[in-house]
């Protein structure tokens, strides 16, 4: 079984600002784990995932994620807000469900507004 | 081109008709997905397929019925269309070597 947490369902930050949207994650096997970020209207995203090795991983448009395996979290930062960066945000998990095929299993997502 | 195209994009019926969503993907991957996301924004898995063999039903309705003729198409029929059913239906496509899923841009089906 595998869940996502995703604390603050908004986080509103200023332009320039640090942005830290939160994720935990449970599950039974070694996980995989993802950012998806969704503007208005549109489909999902790969911002940023996590495998195997290097436990921080580095995505697009600045973004970066650490997976702490001891915290069961995998936040997602970047330095510096840009109002391009407003959208919503998945975490999500993966593990095998039946057969060969991996299921993602998304958190609630995360509002970021970002304020001129 | 597109990886994953999904027609229509728009789908406004009446309770109690019957539609269909296509799904299309041109990546070459083995496993389709549809999800279901609410108007809270909540994604949740519905049907997964893996080389036309349905893998994954997460306790959809019956209503529900997906039908993938091949590996490149995962199409969506709904019956007897309710209220509830409104909702963004999303299809993604994953290769079995890389855990990364592609999605299209969406359904947003609208029953009044």
């Known amino acids: 079984a595998q869940s996502v947490t995703q604390l603050g369902s908004h986080v509103s930050v200023s332009e320039g600002a640090l942005v830290l949207l939160r994720c935990n994650y449970s599950s039974s096997v070694p996980p995989y784990l993802f950012w998806y970020v969704q503007y208005p209207n549109q489909g999902l995203q790969l911002l940023l995932k996590?495998?195997?090795?290097?436990?921080l991983v580095k995505g697009i448009n600045g973004f970066e994620a650490e997976f702490k395996k001891s915290e069961t979290s995998f936040h997602l930062t970047k330095p510096s807000a840009h109002m391009s960066d407003a959208a919503e945000y998945f975490c999500?998990?993966?593990?095998?469900?039946?057969?060969?095929?991996?299921?993602?299993?998304f958190g609630k997502g995360t509002l970021l507004t970002v304020n001129p | 081109d597109t990886a994953v195209s999904q027609t229509p994009k728009y789908l406004v019926t009446q309770m109690g008709n019957d539609k269909s969503i296509k799904c299309e993907q041109n990546l070459g991957h083995d496993t389709m997905y549809w999800y279901k996301q609410d108007s809270k924004k909540f994604l949740k898995i519905m049907f997964s397929?893996?080389?036309?063999?349905?893998?994954i039903n997460e306790t959809v309705p019956n209503r529900f019925s997906p039908k993938s003729p091949d590996k490149a198409h995962l199409n969506l029929h709904i019956n007897s269309l309710e209220l509830g059913d409104s909702a963004v239906y999303f299809c993604?496509?994953?290769?079995?070597?890389?855990?990364?899923?592609?999605f299209g841009q969406g359904t947003r089906l609208t029953v009044v």
């Open positions: 397929y893996n080389n036309k063999e349905l893998i």
């Open positions: 993604a496509s994953m290769s079995s070597r890389n855990t990364e899923a592609f």
């Open positions: 996590y495998t195997t090795g290097a436990t």
């Open positions: 999500a998990v993966s593990g095998r469900s039946g057969g060969s095929n991996y299921k993602l299993t």
